[in-house]
């Protein structure tokens, strides 16, 4: 099965993140999860996900990458100029890939 996402530059700190795991603390387990929550949930909205799924969480500087079919994806939360085959995209967007 050939991945939908191929990553060619991670970028610096790009780590796979969801909601986190709540009601755990008081067994020593953090929530952990995206670190902005409303990114997150707009994000997977505007791309027509469940608002559980895991999102790619960008800090620093973004990664490339690579999609063998056509997907819809969203960028949300800080303007890390993202761009599509060169050309500029918006942030709080979704656009066919």
Known sequence: MTPVIRTIQPGLFTTIQDEGRW??????MPV??????????????LAGNRKTAAVLEMTVLGGTFEFSIECLVSVCGADMQPNLDG?????WSSFRV
């Open 87 to 91: 050309v500029r995209v918006p942030t």
């Open 32 to 45: 952990s999860g995206a670190m902005d929550r409303y990114a997150y949930r707009v994000a997977n909205l």
């Open 23 to 28: 009601g755990y603390q008081a067994y020593g």
